[in-house]
C-alpha cells in the first residue's frame, strides 16, 4: 500500500523504521510537527521522525494545522491508501481524515477503551495496572474512539518508569502496527468498535499534577516518581526550593500499599 506516516517524537520512530523495512508497503510521505526551539540557545530543531525522513530521502510534510489547504492538496496530491498514525500531537480534522482510501489508523499505547487520550502510559503507572498494551484504531473525530484492528499485550513491571514501558511499547506496537496495514492490504482485518464499559481518559501531566504529597502512602509516591519519569519529573520543595524526585528503582515491600 502507499502510506503517509503522521509522527513526530522518539517513540514514533521503531513504527516509521518497520514499515519502511516492509516489502508491502511503500512509505511515500511523512507528516511531522514544525520544529521547534530545544536547548538552551532555543534552537530551531526538527522533531525525530523529521530526521529519519530526511535520512532515509523521504518527503516531510510540516504543517502549522492538519486542516491548512496547502497541506490537504499536498495530501491528496499523494494518494495513500492508508495513513499510520503513532504520537503525531496534532487532531486530525474531517477533511484530511476523508483523504486517504482507508483513512487514518492509530498506534495508542493503551488497551482501548482505557485511558484514551494524551498520557497513557503515565496514567496506567499512575493506576497501579500490572497490565497494559497497545491498540491499533481507526481514527474518528472523537478522541481514541474508533474501532480497534489489533492489539498486544504488555506486563507492566514494578520498577517500570513511564520511559521505560513507553519504550517496550514503541517496539512491540511497531510490529502490531506492520500487521495491520499487512491485513488491511489483503482484506483480512476488520475493525471492532470498542465497548462502552471501560472507557477512561488520560490527559497530560502537568507540573502541578507530579507535586508529591508526602501524606499519602508509600505506593502512591512510587508510583507517582516511575510515571512523571522522564517527563515532566516528580518534585517536591525543602527549604524554599524546588526538588525533582526520582524513582529508588526497587519494588516496594509487601505492605507499604495502602
Same mark, same amino acid.
Given at each position: 500500500?502507499?502510506?503517509?506516516?503522521?509522527?513526530?517524537?522518539?517513540?514514533?520512530?521503531?513504527?516509521?523504521? #518497520?514499515?519502511?523495512?516492509?516489502? @508491502?508497503?511503500?512509505?511515500?510521505? $511523512?507528516?511531522?510537527?514544525?520544529?521547534?526551539?530545544?536547548?538552551?540557545?532555543?534552537?530551531?530543531?526538527?522533531?525525530?521522525?523529521?530526521?529519519?525522513?530526511?535520512?532515509?530521502?523521504?518527503?516531510?510534510?510540516?504543517?502549522?494545522?492538519?486542516?491548512?489547504?496547502?497541506?490537504?492538496?499536498?495530501?491528496?496530491? &499523494?494518494?495513500?491508501?492508508?495513513?499510520?498514525?503513532?504520537?503525531? !500531537? %496534532? /487532531?486530525?480534522?474531517?477533511?484530511?481524515? #476523508?483523504?486517504?482510501?482507508?483513512?487514518?489508523?492509530?498506534?495508542?499505547?493503551?488497551?482501548?477503551?482505557? =485511558?484514551?487520550?494524551?498520557?497513557?502510559? @503515565?496514567?496506567?503507572? /499512575?493506576?497501579?495496572? *500490572?497490565?497494559?498494551?497497545?491498540?491499533? =484504531? @481507526?481514527?474518528?473525530? #472523537?478522541? *481514541?474512539?474508533?474501532?480497534?484492528? !489489533?492489539?498486544?499485550?504488555?506486563?507492566?513491571?514494578?520498577? +517500570?518508569?513511564?520511559? *521505560?514501558?513507553?519504550?517496550?511499547?514503541?517496539?512491540?506496537?511497531?510490529?502490531? &502496527?506492520?500487521? $495491520?496495514?499487512?491485513?488491511? %492490504? *489483503?482484506?483480512?482485518?476488520?475493525?471492532?468498535? @470498542?465497548?462502552? +464499559? !471501560?472507557?477512561? =481518559?488520560?490527559?497530560?501531566?502537568?507540573?502541578?499534577?507530579?507535586?508529591?504529597?508526602?501524606? /499519602?502512602?508509600?505506593?502512591?509516591?512510587?508510583? /507517582?516518581?516511575?510515571?512523571?519519569?522522564?517527563?515532566?519529573?516528580?518534585?517536591?520543595? =525543602?527549604?524554599?526550593?524546588?526538588?525533582?524526585?526520582?524513582?529508588?528503582?526497587?519494588?516496594?515491600?509487601?505492605?507499604? !500499599?495502602?
Amino acid at each position: 500500500m502507499r502510506l503517509v506516516f503522521a509522527g513526530t517524537p522518539a517513540v514514533a520512530l521503531p513504527s516509521l523504521r #518497520a514499515l519502511l523495512e516492509s516489502p @508491502q508497503h511503500d512509505v511515500v510521505a $511523512v507528516v511531522t510537527r514544525p520544529d521547534r526551539p530545544a536547548g538552551r540557545g532555543r534552537k530551531l530543531t526538527p522533531p525525530p521522525v523529521h530526521v529519519l525522513a530526511e535520512e532515509t530521502g523521504i518527503p516531510v510534510l510540516s504543517p502549522a494545522r492538519p486542516r491548512d489547504p496547502e497541506f490537504l492538496a499536498a495530501l491528496t496530491e &499523494l494518494a495513500p491508501d492508508c495513513c499510520p498514525v503513532v504520537a503525531y !500531537g %496534532a /487532531l486530525l480534522p474531517p477533511e484530511a481524515l #476523508a483523504i486517504p482510501r482507508l483513512g487514518w489508523v492509530n498506534l495508542h499505547f493503551s488497551l482501548l477503551p482505557a =485511558f484514551r487520550g494524551a498520557a497513557p502510559v @503515565q496514567r496506567t503507572l /499512575l493506576a497501579g495496572d *500490572d497490565l497494559t498494551g497497545a491498540s491499533v =484504531f @481507526q481514527i474518528e473525530p #472523537a478522541m *481514541d474512539s474508533g474501532p480497534v484492528y !489489533g492489539v498486544v499485550t504488555e506486563r507492566v513491571r514494578p520498577t +517500570d518508569t513511564s520511559g *521505560d514501558l513507553l519504550e517496550r511499547l514503541a517496539q512491540s506496537g511497531s510490529r502490531l &502496527l506492520v500487521a $495491520v496495514m499487512d491485513g488491511l %492490504a *489483503d482484506g483480512s482485518v476488520q475493525g471492532v468498535a @470498542q465497548p462502552a +464499559d !471501560g472507557v477512561s =481518559f488520560a490527559p497530560k501531566l502537568s507540573v502541578d499534577d507530579v507535586l508529591i504529597d508526602w501524606s /499519602l502512602p508509600a505506593v502512591a509516591v512510587d508510583r /507517582l516518581a516511575r510515571a512523571a519519569t522522564p517527563a515532566p519529573g516528580a518534585w517536591t520543595e =525543602f527549604r524554599g526550593r524546588r526538588l525533582k524526585i526520582g524513582p529508588v528503582g526497587t519494588e516496594l515491600p509487601a505492605g507499604a !500499599g495502602p
